[in-house]
């Protein structure tokens, strides 16, 4: 083969292989941008199934789309209101506490008046058939701080027994049960030390 048809003979298969690569790339971004509203609207529906778990009830607007982020002592918490009659009704945000294994990331919702309406763990890394006990699957525990408030049952009793607390631990992992009722307490202290904000009362004259 002389060497002007060989230079040809690369250069089309070159050009071949790129526009190969550039029809797939196409492919792909066309079926990235048709699945991307189906993918956005399941994670919304699964977002608003877990607000559902501490915020119970009906409210007349978006949780998704009525938010504020305030700092926290983990970071900044991104906070969801449900709103009644125009106004904040119950809000509901993650907290943090720190178990045997690692982080144990809770959500919980807040009535307008500081009571808890519920708290549900979303990520942990406890052990199995001990610190699991914190799943509403795997028992009633966490059930124990709906209702509750900062002034009940009092700051010093918002423990576990073991600790001259209120709060039942687990045989063998007391450390578990410890770290999500010191999250929960302190996301009632975020709740009252940021109040305004979060009932967006901003504006409102005492």
Same mark, same amino acid.
């Given at each position: ?34 699945? +991307?509203?189906? *993918?956005?609207?399941? +994670? ?31 970071? +900044? ?26 982080? *144990? ?10 009571? @808890? ?24 525990? @966490?059930?124990?701080? +709906? ?60």
């Amino acid at each position: 083969m002389k060497l002007e048809e060989l230079r040809e003979k690369l250069v089309y298969q070159g050009l071949l292989l790129g526009g190969v690569a550039l029809l797939t790339s196409a492919a792909l971004a066309f079926a990235s941008r048709a699945t +991307e509203a189906d *993918i956005k609207a399941a +994670e919304a529906a699964d977002l608003k199934q877990s607000l559902a778990q501490v915020l119970p009830g009906e409210y007349e607007n978006d949780l998704l789309k009525d938010t504020v982020t305030l700092p926290g002592k983990e970071g +900044e918490v991104l906070v969801y209101r449900g709103r009644r009659a125009g106004k904040v009704d119950a809000v509901v945000y993650q907290v943090i506490g720190h178990g045997y294994a690692g982080n *144990i990331v809770c959500v919980m919702g807040v009535s307008r008046e500081g009571k @808890i309406l519920g708290v549900r763990v979303i990520n942990h890394k406890e052990t199995p058939g001990l610190g699991d006990k914190i799943e509403p699957a795997k028992g009633d525990w @966490i059930h124990d701080f +709906e209702g509750k408030w900062l002034g009940e049952p009092g700051a010093a009793k918002w423990a576990v027994k073991k600790d001259g607390g209120v709060f039942d631990q687990f045989a063998g992992a007391t450390i578990t049960p410890r770290g999500v009722v010191n999250a929960v307490k302190g996301g009632l202290e975020f709740f009252e030390g940021n109040k305004t904000q979060l009932l967006d009362e901003a504006g409102t004259k005492p």
